[in-house]
């Protein structure tokens, strides 16, 4: 991809799947940096070989808590959704990337390709929902997407989701994909929660917090009813 113009076709999915491409079929493709810019020019690089790994650090317990029917939202490359069938227990992923849901189902992952915000399979039935790898900033508003989450989990399921580290701001921006070699996306909105806020955040959502928990660095939460 080096050299490629800009262009302003190049939506968020379309670089996903590049760079996703980039990291399952390096042989085909340049490898480069990709990472999200924020507003005030902040970057973050996107953990895209991460995500197409078979394990993670910190996913251990994550794991550990998903003992019944899970849906993970924002599956990507179905790293966990994988995790969680081959531990014996029903998973369906979500995700609205062609590229990253046809990586999932090849790793033998059962995942639809479709927005959480959507009409989904078990509505109010699953005994947990997953928010892994920043994925809580789905749509740039996460009471909104825990209240959503709720509605599928049913009355004695956990919505467990990764945050951020305790000190970290919570709050909703906009960002866009790009590359070293000069590929950037549209926008798109995001958010952030960090530790010190997600019980605000879970309680204008109708949930509350049960847990928390770290490892390997990482920050999780593990929500329910109220």
């Known amino acids: 991809m080096t050299g490629t113009p800009v262009t302003d076709e190049d ?7 590049e760079g996703l491409a ?3 079929d390096p042989d085909e493709f340049d490898h480069g940096h990709w990472f999200l810019r924020y507003e005030d020019g902040d970057e973050v690089p996107l953990q ?5 790994s078979d394990e993670v650090p910190g996913d251990s317990e994550l794991l550990r808590r998903c003992v019944g029917a899970t ?14 069938a081959q531990r014996g227990f029903p998973v369906l992923g979500l995700d609205i990337s062609p590229a990253a849901v046809r990586i999932a189902r090849n790793r033998g992952a ?4 479709r927005s959480v915000f959507d009409t989904l399979p078990g509505e109010g039935g699953w005994q947990h929902v997953l928010l892994a790898d920043g994925n809580i900033g789905i749509g740039g508003d996460p ?23 305790p000190g970290a701001e ?15 996306s549209d926008t798109f909105p995001w958010a952030h929660v960090g530790m010190d806020h997600v019980d605000q955040v879970a309680e204008t959502a109708g949930l509350m917090l049960a847990e928390s928990w770290s490892e390997a660095g990482r920050w999780f939460a593990s929500l329910r009813h109220r």
Do not use: F
């Open 11 to 17: 939506t968020p999915l379309d670089l996903y799947a």
């Open 22 to 24: 980039e990291v399952t």
């Open 48 to 52: 895209l070989s991460h995500w197409c």
């Open 71 to 84: 849906l993970d939202v924002g599956c990507g490359p179905g790293r966990l959704a994988a995790a969680v």
């Open 110 to 113: 059962l995942v639809v390709q």
């Open 143 to 165: 009471a909104r997407l825990l209240r959503r989450c709720g509605e599928l989990v049913d009355t004695d399921g956990t919505v467990l989701t990764e945050i951020d580290p």
């Open 170 to 184: 919570t709050r909703s921006c906009v960002v866009r994909i790009e590359s070293a070699t000069g590929r950037r």
